[in-house]
């Protein structure tokens, strides 16, 4: 059999023309369409991607947020029941103290009552006291009240002991020494006399001498030379009745009690 090369040619011919006019107008308008469309879902996918992390930092900083506000909260919550705590020791503290304050100025009161109505007592009891003595030893003894006190004075400066006694001639020893003799009733010439003759014998003849009327000095006379101070009277006896009459006042109901304390709750 004998080849036709020149039809086989041009089958060869028409073939590779095929060839180039599918590539040319087919094979490369479809890859070219098909790499567009590639391109296009792969930039569809990346932005799908890009919204999905997007989505899913905008749901973290939102859970970030949350987590953040739950903490402030919490914080703020501690921090109202630390003040309100701080605030209600604060008012605790105010009404104890302002509670304190009331009960001491109640008592520093009910202390200045009480010593008021002592000192009457024992003013009128006083009193008593010396028209008793007084009336006894008028009615018993052949002597007044008044040579009674100085005579006792005399005898009690005489029996001194021997460190009060230097100790208060030190102090009538000293230039321009005053003595200030007080006694609960008014002292006649007489008994002052004596009372001075004892101070000059006893203590030191300079002395100055001067004489003054206390009620407070009961059956008995205050010596005060300088700085030192003296007396024989009644008044440890009264001192005792003193511790007496409180006893009967905190008896009666008249002693010291606390007021109630208020709360609030």
């Known amino acids: 059999m004998q080849l036709d090369w020149l039809t086989i040619a041009a089958q060869i011919a028409n073939f590779l023309v095929l060839i180039w006019l599918l590539q040319r107008f087919l094979y490369t308008p479809i890859t070219r369409a098909m790499a567009k469309r590639e391109a296009r879902i792969e930039e569809r996918l990346a932005d799908a991607r890009k919204q999905r992390q997007e989505a899913e930092q905008e ?15 919490e914080e703020v919550l501690a921090t109202a029941r630390r003040e309100a705590e701080a605030l209600k020791d604060r008012l605790e503290q105010d009404v104890r103290k302002e509670y304190d304050e009331k009960r001491n100025d109640w008592r520093e009161h009910l202390e200045e009552e009480k010593a008021e109505l002592v000192r009457q007592l024992r003013k009128r009891m006083s009193g008593q ?8 030893l008028s009615d018993f003894a052949d002597a007044d009240l008044a040579s009674q006190v100085a005579s006792e004075f005399a005898r009690r400066l005489e029996t001194l002991e021997e460190d009060d006694r230097k100790r208060l001639s030190r102090t009538a020893g000293r230039p321009g020494a005053q003595a200030l003799v007080e006694s609960g009733i008014d002292l006649p010439a007489a008994a002052r006399s ?19 009327t206390d009620e407070d000095v009961v059956l008995g006379i205050r010596l005060t030379l300088g700085e030192e101070i003296v007396e024989w009277s009644a008044g440890n006896y009264l001192d005792k009745l003193d511790d007496l009459v409180r006893d009967t006042l905190d008896a009666a109901g008249l002693g010291e009690r606390e007021p109630e304390a208020r709360s609030n709750a």
Request: no cysteine; aromatic share 2%.
């Open 59 to 73: 749901a973290k900083t939102l859970r970030e947020r949350q987590q953040e506000l739950d903490a402030r909260a």
């Open 194 to 212: 004596r009372i001075t003759s004892a101070i000059h014998d006893n203590l030191g003849s300079g002395v100055e001498t001067d004489y003054r």
């Open 129 to 136: 006291v010396v028209k008793v003595v007084r009336r006894a």
